[in-house]
């Protein structure tokens, strides 16, 4: 299948082809995990808004870069990466899947995936991870999490930057950006008590950002490995044959979801390892554990 990008540069050399980009608004960043990355310039639109640039100055791991010098990258880099694996993994189930879908269609559906991944962590504050923890102190809710504030970024950013009015020329209405959000989390809020708004051909999309059910999704998928260069740590995980060997399956819940080759479960269990290592060598060492409890109970008192 023909990626929406390719079918519309189609006709233009390599040379033109850069030229005509730029002029559509397509933008090249050159991402130190995936190589160069292409973003639609709808996303770009997004990225260029002070709410998504503020997120150069939260570092992905907090204080673990007080043990561990190169843990200095960015929420900003990892929401670029994981827009780019969304939109691989959305094109890739898309091309295998039983179902016939329009080449608009297709398009729409992979914007709106990429969308969701690129604001999925609008929502972090100082210092990542410890901050949600000590919000959530405030705020006296477990069920509280960064996600909403994520999608409380987006609701402002479309009010106040314009954006509604850009999402509309790409025929992203009310009902795409609702979808949007549950896809930030990984479904709909059921402490809202919300529905499905993807019906059961569709109920896939949901697994690809934050799948709360396997814990399979893009989201780690780049954070391992952005976290494993900056941590030199050697990830052997590869996201790139799990890409080739997904498709969408309907099971006995007669809703579609994403599944893999049988014969990679020994990657997938990788995976579980990787996270699991990363968790034990640096997100809960014992010093990176001990500042945040300083600045809990210093924000606590």
């Not at 962590?121 to 069920?143: A, C, I, Q, R």
């Not at 990657?267 to 968790?279: G, I, K, Q, W």
């Amino acid at each position: 299948a023909e990626q929406p990008l390719t079918a519309e540069l189609g006709g233009y050399q390599s040379s033109e082809r850069n030229l005509a980009m730029e002029a559509l608004g397509y933008k090249v960043f050159n991402d130190s995990v995936h190589g160069h990355i292409t973003l639609h310039p709808l996303l770009v639109k997004v990225v260029d808004t002070p709410e998504f640039q503020r997120l150069r100055n939260i570092k992905q791991l907090g204080f673990a870069y007080y043990v561990f010098p190169g843990a200095s990258h960015c929420r900003y880099e990892h929401s670029l990466g994981t827009c780019y694996l969304a939109g691989q993994m959305v094109e890739k189930l898309l091309s295998r899947e039983q179902q016939q879908r329009t080449s608009e269609e297709k398009k729409k559906i992979t914007l709106y995936v990429q969308l969701a991944a690129l604001c999925h962590d609008l929502g972090h504050g100082p210092f990542s991870h410890t901050w949600e923890v000590v919000t959530k102190m405030w705020n006296k809710s477990e069920s509280w999490k960064h996600e909403n504030a994520s999608i409380e970024m987006l609701d402002h950013m479309l009010k106040n930057k314009n954006l509604l009015e850009e999402f509309k020329k790409y025929n992203l209405e009310e009902k795409e950006i609702k979808i949007i959000k549950q896809l930030i989390m990984g479904g709909p809020d059921i402490m809202k008590n919300e529905k499905p708004l993807l019906n059961s051909n569709n109920n896939f999309l949901y697994e690809i950002v934050s799948n709360a059910d396997t814990g399979v999704d893009v989201d780690k998928w780049d954070y391992f490995l952005r976290d494993g260069l900056h941590l030199n740590l050697r990830i052997t995980f590869d996201y790139h044959r799990l890409l080739e060997f997904c498709r969408v399956m309907y099971t006995t819940d007669k809703m579609t979801h994403i599944a893999f080759r049988d014969k990679e479960m020994l990657n997938l269990y990788d995976m579980y390892r990787v996270r699991s290592t990363l968790h034990y060598t640096a997100y809960r060492h014992r010093v990176v554990l001990n500042i945040e409890l300083i600045i809990e109970l210093r924000k606590a008192h």
